[in-house]
């Protein structure tokens, strides 16, 4: 009975290591992968103040003022994946798994 246990017990702290292994596993990937983007910009002052602008007062004005800021900031994140893409095809050329890298990234600008 004792033997039975110990066994299940054994079984039991194995899963929850190799739980923990490919949770671990899996962050470092994330943490070395060149594509993805670990940071986040900050918001603009502007940005804030037309956030708390518009909570005050939900006008159409302060929808739209709001809206093209936020279009604005957006295709500023575009132009910067357009960068990181164009400078990515340099880089991959030629190298093996470059062209997957590279569709893996079109796809991401893309979206």
């Known amino acids: 009975m004792k033997k039975k246990r110990i066994s299940y017990l054994l079984a039991a702290c194995m899963t929850i290591c190799l739980f923990f292994s490919v949770a671990l596993t ?42 093209d800021v936020v279009i604005k900031n957006y295709n500023a994140v575009l132009a910067r994946k357009e960068e990181k893409l164009s400078e990515l095809r340099g880089e991959a050329a030629g190298k093996p798994g470059g062209e997957k890298i590279i569709s893996e990234m079109e796809e991401i600008v893309r979206i």
């Open 26 to 67: 899996a962050c470092a990937s994330y943490e070395k992968s060149a594509l993805i983007e670990k940071e986040q910009p900050e918001l603009t002052e502007e940005t804030k103040q037309l956030i708390s602008l518009y909570q005050k007062s939900p006008t159409e004005e302060n929808y739209l003022n709001l809206r």
